[in-house]
């Protein structure tokens, strides 16, 4: 009997012992927050603080490039964070220069941040290859926040249909920026700027011709007109792949075809919007070619010295131009076929070896908000993320009324365009689009300096560009 009850007493402190142990591991559990969105069941503000409202110390890391005044909007966005979630603090990494090379080491060496800034034409979708991001969209689903119905259209980069792998802080669009005495020194009509107004190319170029004046004061419509002397040229337009997408969208074409089989540059309607673009510079003399563009300004000071009268520019050259102070509006690019203006924007992706994507997808939200880069936005920077902010007039008049960034037909010209007939970039849904572009770039510099046609150049590498082409990322 006394056995048994030694061996009843072991029993019975055997298991108060294993009482307490399981009640300290569900404890430590529950404190220790969601390790997975679908583990949280929820993207609500409490979410940041884990599923149990925990306020456990939290440390995140994020990178970042940009500039001091970029930097700064982060900052800001973090220090709003943090004041909203006291138990989590945000290490900002800025690298300022050789971005992709310092980051692709860091993973390299598993010294990974939690979230960063990643830019869709370079290692964005390399690292995505790899299984290196979370699926966004895992988050979108939960959020009562935030969904893709909320955002700008064309701010987010999917690794397939239903892979979000980044999403953008905001938009960037383009426009045509103009100096507005110069039309009027002219006697000439100023760049519409609505849509159902646009010029059509031929139209533009028309104009062009008469803003261009050699150093005799000859335009590019007179006799005797000196295309080796300009003074003033009728538009700039750089020969990057941002700018001249604009007018391939335009005019129907792509980069690959619509199944993402075959390369595209050389079908009709991309060498149409191509050769017309050389031709600004070859054949009509109203824009400079790379070479003369060397001497060229950036726009805000080309078109305050009247060095062109028109740019065809990304909207944040506003902020720029603003600076400058001079009369400048902007208006809606011409047209080929239909009205198009190409979406261009970094993106913040997550890691999947965070131990926090919770708190991570919470401070990616802050980071996106338009309150909290709102500087950024009122100088002409940025463009907000959110599509209430475009469509609601009290918080439309926050980043577009009053301000030297915003001339008068900035609402009609980038506003309701990027909203309405934005593309996205073809970074973000050309597979391998970079290997493309090495063999395209040289070829279109032979049609930029008019020593071979868009046709020509882009047959000369049709076989060798197919070879890199690997399909659509917008389509299974």
């Known amino acids: ?73 982060y900052k800001f966005a973090i220090k709003r964070f943090e004041t909203k979630y006291p138990n989590i603090k945000v290490d900002l990494q800025h690298i300022a220069a050789d971005y992709d090379t310092k980051l692709t080491t860091m993973v390299a060496g598993n010294d990974v941040p939690d979230i960063a800034m990643m830019e869709s034409g370079s290692i964005a979708y390399p690292l995505a290859e790899q299984g290196k991001f979370y699926n966004l969209q895992e988050f979108l689903d939960k959020d009562s926040d935030i969904n893709m119905d909320s955002l700008v259209p064309n701010i987010m980069y999917s690794l397939e249909p239903g892979n979000v792998i980044g999403i953008g802080p905001g938009p960037e669009s383009f426009g045509l920026f103009y100096n507005e005495d110069l039309f009027k020194e002219a006697g000439i009509s100023p760049p519409p700027t609505k849509l159902s107004e646009a ?30 002397n300009i003074k003033q040229y009728g538009v700039s337009a750089s020969t ?16 690959v075809s619509e199944d993402g089989k075959s390369f595209a540059l050389n ?63 902007v208006g809606v690019m011409p047209v080929l076929k239909e009205p198009v203006t190409t979406v261009v924007c970094g993106m913040f992706s997550m890691f999947k070896s965070t131990k926090h994507p919770q708190e991570a997808w919470e401070l990616m939200k802050a980071l996106i908000d338009p309150e909290a880069s709102i500087e950024m936005i009122t100088s002409g920077t940025w463009m907000p993320s959110y599509k209430d902010w475009y469509t609601e007039p009290a918080m439309l008049s926050k980043w577009t009324e009053n301000l030297d960034a915003r001339p008068s037909g900035y609402k009609d010209a980038i506003v309701d365009v990027i909203l309405t007939k934005g593309h996205q970039t073809p970074t973000g849904y050309v597979k391998n689009f970079n290997k ?41």
């Open 1 to 73: 009997m006394k056995r048994q009850k030694k061996t009843v007493m072991a029993l019975i402190a055997l298991l108060l012992i294993f009482a307490a142990v399981m009640s300290a591991c569900a404890k430590s559990g529950t404190e220790n927050g969601p390790s997975s969105p679908s583990a949280s069941g929820t993207s609500s503000a409490s979410g940041a603080s884990g599923a149990s409202g925990s306020k456990d110390p939290i440390k995140l890391r994020m990178t970042v490039w940009g500039s001091p005044e970029e930097v700064a909007a």
């Open 199 to 228: 010029w059509t190319w031929d139209e533009f170029i028309e104009v062009a011709k008469q803003l261009t004046v050699d150093t005799k004061g000859r335009t590019a419509n007179d006799p005797g007109f000196d295309p080796k």
């Open 436 to 476: 493309i572009m090495d063999i395209v770039n040289p070829a279109l510099d032979k049609v930029w300096l008019g020593q071979q046609t868009a046709q020509e150049a882009m047959d000369a590498i049709a076989d060798k560009a197919q070879q890199q082409v690997k399909g659509r990322r917008d389509i299974k």
């Open 267 to 329: 079908q009709p309607a991309a060498v149409e919007a191509l050769q017309k673009i050389s031709d600004m510079m070859n054949v009509h003399h109203v824009s400079p070619s790379p070479v003369q563009a060397k001497n060229i300004p950036a726009t805000n000071v080309a078109l305050q010295t009247k060095k062109v009268a028109m740019a065809i520019d990304g909207q944040w050259a506003t902020a720029g131009l603003a600076q400058s102070k001079f009369n400048f509006n």
């Open 240 to 255: 990057w792949w941002g700018v001249y997408s604009n007018f391939i969208y335009s005019n129907g074409g792509d980069f």
